[in-house]
């Protein structure tokens, strides 16, 4: 076996697996329906969409209809597809007699930039941190049996699901004013603090950061120990699975692709119903809503989006070669690129280095926007690709993990 972990080099565009690239595609423009609010709106908003503004109407529909369908389900697409991304580097190394392992913990130490980047000069609310420290904890299971990857996984999922119930239940027993605390800095905040977060946003770019620093900081310490370390990783450990499986490269039959949007659909989507039909019933209460009834989603948004893979897969089976599938795959083959692209977008329309729209902009325009992006995101993908091999982010990213310059132009 050769010693160097060197003599890898990156996949060939020519060689990619198209059905991946059309479903990371979908993920990563499905994303934006429910990042958009952490760019336009306070950070409550998110979670507790009563915090800002009146939920009614065309904003209620709009709020209903991307948290039951994008809250959290492309979001977990995204993360299996960066622990399938793992798998695939591992075996193209034991095809060519090779260690992979100094080459991930590159490619994972230099996301972790980008990551630590994104989330203080741009968004709080990155992900890219999040899935470089989770991949390289998980990579000890790149090559365990997928029946292990996918029981692991469930495991690291329940413990994240107990520790949201532990805590919850555990309120009784916190300090007195700690509860109303917790509530007022992340649920339901006083209009002085919402408008504190408002005009720091809206100031220029340096002021930003001030604010922004702590959300990041809060982000990729107690959020990531308590909550989306264990969600990531369970996730990514049954993307390992599913890619092992031929699950995502349209490979499994259409029975096996039925039978998950079976039960992607047949649960999950009724528990996320539940959910927030909970939520109303109580009038968002922060204790019930925050601690308990999110579980519905928890584990309906991670059941849809196997609902959303079986579907697609399904349509990959009957073709890729239409205009709409190449053109999604464009998208998936810069998902990278294409993400950060998307909050640079957001960040300069809603903030005051650019046309300072944050908390102007209601849920509505709000969606508006994200189709807006998409367009941009898909004829700028396929622009790109036209003359490069890469995105742009793709290629920074390729040339730092294997140690030298990628050529990017097309011959």
């Known amino acids: ?5 060197y003599i890898l080099e990156p996949v060939a565009p020519a060689k ?3 059905s991946m690239d059309i479903l990371r595609g979908i993920a990563v423009l499905g994303i934006l329906i429910m990042n958009i609010q952490s760019f336009a709106m306070p950070s409550v908003a998110y979670n507790n969409p ?11 529909w709009v709020w209903l209809v991307s948290h039951v369908f994008a809250d959290q ?4 697409i995204f993360s299996m597809m960066f622990g399938a991304s793992v798998v695939m580097l591992s075996q193209k190394a034991r095809k060519e007699q090779v260690r992979s392992t100094d080459l991930q913990n590159k490619r994972f130490i230099f996301l972790a930039i980008f990551g630590l980047l994104h989330a203080y000069l741009l968004w709080f609310g990155d992900v890219l941190f999040v899935y470089a420290i989770c991949g ?27 520790i949201s119930l532990i805590i919850g239940y555990s ?8 509860y109303e605390a917790t509530a007022a800095e992340i649920w339901l905040p006083n209009p002085t603090a919402i408008m504190e977060e408002i005009d720091f946003y809206r100031s220029n770019w340096e002021r930003q950061i001030l604010y922004r620093a702590p959300q990041a900081f809060q982000m990729q310490t107690t959020v990531f120990i308590f909550e989306t370390f264990w969600r990531v990783a369970g996730l990514m450990l049954i993307g390992m699975a599913l890619y092992k499986r031929r699950v995502f490269k349209a490979k499994q039959t259409v029975k096996y692709y039925t039978k998950m949007i079976g039960y992607g659909f047949g649960l999950g989507l009724p528990l996320v119903i539940i959910g927030t039909l909970l939520n109303f ?3 968002w209460d922060f204790k019930l809503s925050f601690f308990y009834f999110t579980q519905f989603n928890y584990w309906g948004s991670i059941l849809m989006a196997l609902g959303y893979i079986g579907v697609i897969m399904l349509m990959c089976k009957s073709g890729t070669r239409s205009f709409l599938a190449k053109r999604l795959a464009d998208v998936g083959k810069m998902a990278l690129s294409t993400y950060l692209i998307q909050s640079i977008m957001c960040s300069f329309i809603f903030y005051g280095h650019g046309m300072a729209l944050f908390g102007d902009m209601d849920r509505t325009g709000q969606i508006v926007f994200v189709m807006g992006i998409w367009i941009f995101n898909i004829v700028f993908a396929k622009l790109w690709l036209n003359y490069f091999k890469f995105g742009p982010f793709e290629w920074i990213w390729r040339s730092l993990t294997y140690g030298k310059m990628q050529p990017i132009v097309k011959k």
Do not use: C, H
């Open 281 to 283: 019933n109580y009038d």
């Open 1 to 5: 076996m050769a010693s160097s972990s």
């Open 50 to 60: 009563t915090a800002y503004e009146n939920l009614v109407g065309n904003d209620l």
């Open 171 to 178: 309120t009784p027993l916190w300090e007195p004013g700690e």
């Open 16 to 18: 990619r697996i198209i």
């Open 136 to 162: 390289f904890f998980m990579f000890i299971f790149r090559s365990k049996k997928s029946s292990v990857q996918i029981r692991t996984g469930i495991i690291f999922l329940i413990v994240g699901s107990l």
């Open 73 to 76: 389900k492309f979001m977990a």
